[in-house]
Nanobody, 124 residues
């Protein structure tokens, strides 16, 4: 059984920063790629960022490039998302997920285990 627990979401002003964490248990964390996705009210879930199994390759959606950084600490079984220069349009529930593959992917269909999400709200 795999468990993913996100934390770190809260209300923040535009231009501020947050770091999200995702604690993983129950599976060989360091064998698979991990990703962050988000879902804003009234919108579909969208890809945000992904990192490969060892943390050397990352991929981002265009809207967060240069502002967000995904990373992982395999010794701690934890995934991170550093979010800087936050904008109101970043407001969403953020989910972490674990892939079936070791390499990066922005395809949510390749992610089999999901957390329950953490709310990020950016005020203008």
């Amino acid at each position: 059984q795999v468990q993913l627990v996100e934390s770190g979401g809260r209300l923040v002003q535009a231009g501020g920063s947050l770091r999200l964490s995702c604690a993983a248990s129950g599976r060989t964390f360091n064998s698979y790629a991990m990703g962050w996705f988000r879902q804003a009210p009234g919108k579909e879930r969208e890809f945000v960022a992904t990192v490969n199994w060892i943390g050397t390759i990352t991929e981002y959606t265009d809207s967060v490039k240069g502002r967000f950084t995904i990373s992982r600490d395999n010794a701690k079984n934890t995934l991170y998302l550093q979010m800087n220069s936050l904008k109101p349009e970043d407001t969403a529930v953020y989910y972490c997920a674990t892939s079936t593959q070791s390499g990066t992917s922005n395809n949510p269909d390749l992610y089999v285990y999901w957390g329950h999400g953490t709310q990020v709200t950016v005020s203008s």
